[in-house]
């Protein structure tokens, strides 16, 4: 996990694959598990039809009423950051990144009780493999 003091609470991870072929192990995680996927959103796609030249960068949103809801009940500004959202580019020198928030910097964000960020942490393991790759 690598975390950037210029950036707090942003967590990144090098991934081992192309930026269509992570999202699509991350989006297939997720669904094993039935969290529901809102939107994946091609920025790069996008720029193209607009005529503008972009790296490959993909969002992932996704996530379970179970867990989302009762951190919205806690604090209805939580919702700020949720669904969750998974961030995924190639830089400059071709390597692949995936991006989120720490779960524990939402509920420090949002002043929510610490026994909700067990509702959170259990995304952190599928990013985590999608990004090796496994």
């Known amino acids: 996990m690598n975390t950037s003091e210029d950036n707090p609470g942003v967590v990144r991870l090098q991934a081992r694959q192309g ?3 992570t999202v699509d192990r991350l989006e297939g995680l997720l669904k094993e598990r039935g969290v529901l996927i ?11 039809k607009a005529g503008l030249t972009m790296l490959p960068e993909q969002q992932l949103v996704f996530g379970n009423p179970r867990a989302g809801t ?59 493999r999608a990004a090796s790759g496994q």
Not at 38 to 48: L, M, N, T, V
Not at 103 to 122: E, F, M, Q, T
């Open 70 to 128: 009762p951190l919205m009940l806690a604090n209805a500004a939580a919702a700020l950051d949720l669904p969750i959202r998974v961030i995924c580019w190639q830089d400059q020198a071709g390597q692949t990144w995936l991006a989120y928030n720490d779960p524990a910097y939402i509920i420090k964000r949002h002043a929510l009780p610490a026994g909700l960020a067990d509702n959170l942490a259990a995304i952190v393991p599928l990013i985590e």
């Open 38 to 48: 809102f939107a994946r959103i091609d920025f790069s796609g996008d720029a193209e």
């Open 19 to 21: 930026v269509g072929q």
